[in-house]
């Protein structure tokens, strides 16, 4: 089941990647608000996959486009995911208006981990500037199934079994590990979100 946090603006841009999770969230809000497409193009093979198909889908369905190049060298202190996160974000924060992005319940489970095991827990934060995160109560699967369900198109992200990325050995290695020890992990951070934002 889709949930979401917070109230959500009528009119707003959403970041789409071509994922499951960005093409459902893009869906999803289209059926009940005006909304406007970005795509950031990280200018790999994937990224071309990525942007046609996102292309494609809206112009299919009649919901309007905007599409960024990275236009900045990547820094030799930054990682390559440190360069295409912090490039995403100006682009994003840089928009005259609200921009929402899919990040969901599992995400929010990986960045604790992540964060924990370098000593301080966090939690995604609801919102960054004009960057707004409403799906942090959603599970990942949720976003899959409704793509499934509504024929939406998405391609998956190579990157995501990539281990050079510290967010994939979080997925694959240690979370598998931390639901081995708390099969309830998504339940105990779904009450972190929800305590966090008071909603509870």
Not at 92 to 100: E, H
Not at 134 to 140: A, D, G, I, V
Request: with cysteine.
């Amino acid at each position: 089941m889709i949930r979401m946090v917070g109230s959500l603006p009528e009119k707003t841009y959403v970041a789409v990647s071509g994922g499951a999770d960005s093409m459902a969230v893009l869906d999803f809000l289209s059926r009940t608000r005006e909304v406007i497409a970005i795509h950031v193009d990280h200018g790999t093979e994937h990224g071309k996959v990525a942007r046609t198909l996102v292309e494609e889908y809206c112009w299919a369905v009649g919901i309007p486009l905007q599409i960024f190049e990275l236009d900045r060298e990547q820094d030799a202190r930054e990682s390559k995911e440190e360069y295409w996160r912090n490039e995403r974000y100006r682009i994003f924060t840089a928009l005259k208006g609200p921009l929402i992005t899919c990040h969901h319940l599992d995400d929010v489970i990986e960045w604790y981990l992540f964060s924990t095991l370098h000593g301080e827990s966090k939690i995604i934060p609801y919102e960054r500037e004009n960057v707004i995160r409403p799906f942090l109560l959603t599970p990942r699967v949720a976003l899959r199934r409704w793509c499934e369900r509504k024929e939406i198109p998405f391609v998956d992200d190579p990157g995501n079994e990539d281990e050079q990325y510290m967010r994939t050995i979080i997925r694959h290695h240690i979370l598998p590990q931390a639901m081995r020890v708390n099969p309830g992990l998504h339940k105990v951070v779904s009450k972190l979100v929800k305590k966090k934002y008071e909603l509870v």
